[in-house]
Nanobody, 116 residues
């Protein structure tokens, strides 16, 4: 089992920044990918960003140039630095961890609200 604890969500004005963190604990051997997804009201959950290994990353087009995903392997923690936030970034953000043996775990979600 892998436990994921997310932090860093909140309310921010348009143009502001937030940093999300997700710490993994438990059977974290063989983590293949760590990522962030989000789900806005009435919409499907979508991939925001994912990091494989130490530095291979993928982003959804709508956040490219504004969000940065990073990973601290020693702490089994993944971060999402979100800059130039827009109202359309408002959603519940979920951390996801996938292992080389096929495991797939989700965090409980953290609310990000971008509003003036």
């Amino acid at each position: 089992q892998v436990q994921l604890v997310e932090s860093g969500g909140g309310l921010v004005q348009p143009g502001g920044s937030l940093r999300l963190a997700c710490a993994a604990s438990g059977r974290t051997f063989g983590i293949r990918a760590m990522g962030w997804y989000r789900q806005a009201p009435g919409k499907q959950r979508e991939l925001v960003a994912v990091i494989f290994g130490r530095a291979s990353t993928t982003y959804v087009d709508s956040v490219k140039g504004r969000f940065t995903i990073s990973r601290d392997n020693a702490k089994n923690t993944v971060y999402l630095q979100m800059n130039s936030l827009k109202p359309e970034d408002t959603a519940v953000y979920y951390c996801n961890v996938q292992g080389i043996t096929g495991y797939d775990y989700w965090g409980q979600g953290t609310q990000v609200t971008v509003s003036s």
